[in-house]
């Protein structure tokens, strides 16, 4: 039988012909990406005597940015002079910064065909860019910068065969949401997109989808590559990439289709993801919300903002409920400044924040009481994930969350007429 994508990824990482099932790879990575939160966790961090390579080393500050603490500030420092000791090709100090898997896309740190390390969990999200990353751990990822070795186990892989396309306000969110109520987790096992309907999703889906799948448990998530991968990447490598593509007759664990058609928007409920689905005639009763939230690194792209300013153009938030935007990346700022989303959504009454992480990991400008009830476009929704363990967290598609900004309860985004603002299609990511 031939080799899927995750396979041949890790065999050559790992400097051999084959990888199968089973076995455990030991690899050498193309990039290792390093954000600010391990240097301020106490007993996380040692500084390093030595970096493999100064040029595959990144670090970037994401989780706490500016600084809302002490501790924060010391662990920024430390960053800081980290980066200068050893020369590092790629430092995104704050003012350059944003959500690290979204700087490392844009920027061009992730490439088809090869293999990304870093701390966070959703590492998976360059998966959507055919790269093979995952969240390893601050250990492993502390081995990886300095010895530039990391392992995984080899995995089997589940793939998903897109059909059609999107109706609209449909999303990519959405379409993550139906497979994992359709199928659950995907402990110990990698999934891999692709199919015929591949070329109906933007890049920005395709991210929402591949950073999601984290909420699955899978070990690696990615996408074929294509058209729509070379186009979004061109002018952004500084050498040219070589793709991987699952063999013909590659051994999967299942293959799956889905009908993107039939997708419907849908809300995953508190506190969990997989199989905790409901679609909008399901909810029992309207769901008041205290706050709704666009951004990380699943939904913090310019698409998202768009969307959101589609919807609350020429309206107000409902009285009560706190609208926050984030955008993932300084440039996605920049960009939605241009375009005037700024303006449309800070008119409307949200608050446009710097990009961090913020509120998704309820650790500032954004955290949850008890008690309270937030809609969110971020990544996660278990217990204390935003704040307070009393809280109840709701995910939706960034339609789904602006369209609930205005009417102050949870809301299908296809009851609400979108107006004619700035920017592209009313689905988002």
Same mark, same amino acid.
């Given at each position: ?9 890790? #065999? ?78 790629? =430092? ?47 250990? /492993? ?35 993550? =949401?139906?497979?994992?109520? $359709? ?6 096992? *990698? ?9 109906? $999703? ?87 919300? /205290? ?20 919807? $609350? ?45 913020? #509120?998704? =990991? ?15 476009? *971020? ?25 609930? #900004? ?24």
């Amino acid at each position: 039988m031939g080799a899927t994508t995750i396979e041949k990824i890790l #065999a050559r990482a790992s400097g051999k012909s084959a990888v199968r099932p089973g076995e455990v790879a030991v690899c050498r990575p193309d990039m290792v990406v390093h954000i600010d939160l391990p240097m301020a966790i106490e007993g996380a961090w040692y500084r390093p005597t030595r970096v493999f390579d100064r040029e595959r080393v990144a670090v970037i500050f994401d989780h706490a940015v500016p600084s809302p603490s002490i501790r924060d500030a010391s662990a920024m420092s430390e960053g800081r002079r980290f980066a200068r000791q050893f020369g590092l090709a790629y =430092f995104r100090d704050v003012g350059r910064h944003g959500i690290a898997h979204v700087v490392a896309a844009e920027e061009g740190l992730v490439r088809p065909g090869e293999l990304l390390v870093c701390a966070d969990s959703h590492t998976c999200a360059s998966g959507a860019l055919n790269c093979a990353g995952r969240g390893t751990g601050i250990p /492993d990822t502390l081995q990886a910068i300095t010895r530039g070795l990391v392992w995984y186990p080899v995995t089997p892989t589940v793939r998903y065969e897109f059909r059609g396309a999107l109706a609209p306000m449909v999303s990519g969110k959405d379409v993550f =949401f139906q497979i994992a109520q $359709l199928w659950g987790a995907h402990g110990n096992t *990698s999934i891999e997109y692709g199919g015929p309907g591949l070329r109906a $999703l933007s890049i920005s889906e395709r991210r929402t989808i591949a950073t999601m799948s984290a909420e699955l448990g899978a070990e690696f998530a990615i996408f074929d590559h294509d058209e729509a991968t070379a186009e979004y990447l061109e002018g952004r490598l500084g050498n040219p990439a070589v793709p991987a593509h699952p063999d013909r007759d590659a051994d999967y664990l299942d293959v799956r289709a889905v009908d993107l058609a039939g997708v419907e928007p849908m809300v995953m409920l508190p506190h969990t993801v997989p199989r905790n689905g409901a679609r909008f005639s399901e909810l029992k009763g309207p769901v008041r919300i /205290d706050q709704a939230f666009i951004g990380s690194c699943a939904n913090g792209l310019i698409e998202d903002l768009r969307v959101a300013a589609r919807i $609350l153009g020429g309206n107000k938030v409902a009285p009560g409920v706190r609208f926050i935007v984030t955008p993932g990346f300084q440039a996605v700022y920049l960009q939605a400044v241009r375009e005037g989303l700024v303006a449309t959504l800070t008119e409307a009454g949200a608050v446009v924040t710097n990009s961090t992480c913020g #509120a998704c =990991f309820g650790y500032h400008m954004g955290v949850l009481g008890p008690g309270e009830v937030c809609v969110t476009a *971020s990544t996660r929704n278990f217990r204390g994930r935003m704040g307070s363990t009393e809280a109840s967290i709701y995910l939706g598609s960034p339609a789904t969350v602006a369209a609930s #900004a205005l009417t102050g309860v949870i809301t299908d985004p296809r009851t609400i007429a979108a107006s004619p603002s700035p920017g592209g299609a009313t689905g988002g990511s």
